[in-house]
């Protein structure tokens, strides 16, 4: 130990360390102070001006010094300042200071540039940067924007060696295919005694709008192609306030073109693969805050719907599920379960897992959701919510099963009748009076000649004669004309209740028998039986 505290290092190398640190510190100062005016130049020029592309190459020349032979550099970012190592960089420069407490609000805590940096990279980078951290992290982080902005030479954050190697790879060969697609069409419109005109390949004066303009006249579909592929990673880095139309419109044109029968089927491949690549969590985020957004309500509404029902895929419904559960806006609410009954079938599996969530609402929104897309396979998943321990949404059930229809529904809506929860009883008891199901004839009959005449049960036997009647079956008359003329000396007044219920059921049912027996009864004993008779003829008279 003693050895190794005396130990002094030859002058000469502990010389070339402390000068080499010192240089790299400066370096990395000025490289930052770059970043800084690079930031407010990508803020306030158009992609392309003079003075943000002279921005961008000072910034770039200035990392690229910290590089050299090495295979990336890293510093340390803290809300007090920069570090590299633990030594402190610029932290006499008020304005670098300012700058750390900025990028670590965007949770940034290390930045890596490696080798190879690229320009485009860079004014991906700093456009990320100029957005408000809560919008970043709306969008997943800025980890997560840079990669699917395909940056590969600009890194946030430590992550594994072997992990930001392989993104590094996946993304290159992205951009070497997009290269080599636009290599193709530039030899094709040459070999077709044409030349693509040169700011369609001049990677720093693109912009989101400069792409789509150039989508909606392209005519080659190779060419359409390649602008496809530029265009993704525009809308990811312009998902800001301001941009709200021109991402709305570069949605809505990809999925019209998606569904435009006469364009190529190629190009509408091109066209969906393109919207299920941009049907992200961001994105989906970015276009529910529009719908939350008041001030923008009334004018994009109906293109955000548009752009979601575009959108479709488990993802989807996953994120618009996730927004309903906590939305309270009516009006919102509304439109995102618009959005999702509107994705049919895709739906339908994602759906069918929310009817497992332990939240009620949740499990409710869901149901309501399967009963108005109308498909009989959700059925059996629908009889087992009908066990839910809520209320509400066993009411919801019978909803949606009376919307779904079908035999699967009605046989559950049967069982529901003949079951012992009063409250399911009585609403299916509606839902298959509004159905018109005429299998469900005997079972009703039943349950109004078995079930006792007491208060409690009076309710439901009204409720299976009003069924009766708006199913309008001449296969009940016969058992509905016994139960009118059948008086009893026990309970009498609510026999009478059940007479008069029946006779207003068959004066819905309006056949010969069925007027025949309420003509019977104008003579009856009890006023309201014969009263009611009076009045259904009459209405019968009317209605002829």
């Known amino acids: 130990m003693l050895q190794m505290l005396n130990y002094i290092a030859p002058e000469g190398h502990l010389t070339e360390n402390i000068d080499e640190n010192r240089d790299q510190i400066a370096g990395l100062e000025t490289a930052l102070k770059n970043l800084i005016k690079l930031i407010k130049a ?43 190592g633990e030594k ?63 940056v590969s030479t600009i890194w946030v954050n430590m992550i594994e060696p072997a992990q930001y190697l392989e993104l590094k790879r996946q993304i290159e060969q992205q951009k070497e295919k997009i290269a080599a697609e636009k290599q193709q069409v530039i030899e094709e419109a040459h070999a077709g005694g044409g030349e693509p005109p040169p700011e369609t390949f001049n990677e720093d004066e693109r912009s989101l709008e400069k792409v789509l303009r150039e989508l909606q006249v392209e005519t080659v579909d190779q060419r359409f192609r390649y602008l496809l592929q530029e265009l993704i990673p525009h809308v990811h880095l312009n998902l800001t306030t301001t941009a709200r139309p021109l991402i709305l419109e570069t949605l809505n044109f990809l999925a019209d073109s998606a569904e435009d029968d006469t364009g190529s089927l190629a190009r509408r491949e091109h066209c969906l693969h393109a919207l299920s690549e941009l049907a992200s969590e961001d994105i989906l985020d970015y276009l529910v805050s529009i719908l939350c957004s008041k001030d923008s309500w009334d004018a994009l509404r109906e293109a955000v719907v548009k752009t979601l029902v575009s959108l479709n895929g488990k993802v989807v419904v996953w994120r618009l599920m996730d927004h309903l559960a906590e939305e309270s806006d009516g009006q919102v609410r509304k439109s995102l379960t618009e959005v999702l009954i509107r994705q049919g079938t895709t739906a339908m599996p994602v759906l069918l897992e929310y009817i ?38 066993r009411r919801e059930t019978i909803r949606a099963l009376t919307k779904i229809g079908g035999n699967n529904a ?45 208060p409690k049960t009076l309710n439901t036997k009204k409720e299976a004669l009003k069924a009766l009647g708006e199913i309008g079956s001449s296969d009940a008359t016969a058992d509905l004309i016994e139960i009118l003329h059948k008086r009893t000396f026990w309970r009498r007044r609510l026999t009478d209740e059940v007479r008069a219920s029946t006779a207003q059921a068959l004066a819905a049912i309006g056949d010969n028998a069925a007027i025949a027996a309420l003509k019977q009864a104008l003579d009856d004993k009890n006023e309201a039986v014969s009263r009611i008779a009076g009045r259904a003829l009459n209405q019968l008279r009317r209605n002829d």
């Not at 009620?360 to 009908?386: D, H, P, S």
């Not at 559950?412 to 009063?422: E, F, N, Q």
């Not at 009585?426 to 005449?453: D, E, F």
Request: hydrophobic content about 45%; charged content about 25%.
């Open 42 to 84: 990508v803020q306030y020029y158009p992609p392309g001006h003079p003075t943000l592309r002279e921005s961008l190459h000072e910034t770039a020349r200035a990392i690229l010094v910290l590089i050299p032979g090495k295979s990336e550099f890293v510093c340390a970012v803290r809300k007090d300042g920069f570090y590299l």
């Open 88 to 150: 402190p960089v610029g932290h006499k420069n008020a304005i670098v200071k300012k700058l750390a407490p900025y990028l670590f609000a965007r949770r940034i805590n290390h930045l890596m540039f490696l080798p190879g940096l690229d320009t485009n990279d860079l004014q991906a980078f700093a456009r990320c940067l100029t957005m408000e951290a809560n919008e970043l992290q709306r969008m997943g982080g800025i980890h997560e924007l840079l990669v699917k902005s395909r």
């Open 356 to 393: 497992q969530d332990g939240r009620w609402f949740v499990v409710r929104n869901a149901v309501a959701i399967l009963g108005e897309i109308r498909r009989e396979e959700a059925t059996e998943a629908l009889k087992n919510a009908l066990q839910h321990r809520d209320g509400r949404v």
């Open 410 to 454: 009605i046989g559950i809506l049967l069982r529901t009748v003949s079951g012992d929860d009063p409250e399911m009883r009585q609403q299916a008891l509606l839902s298959l009076g509004a159905m018109k199901v005429t299998a469900a004839v005997p079972t009703l009959v039943k349950l109004v000649v078995n079930m006792p005449n007491t």
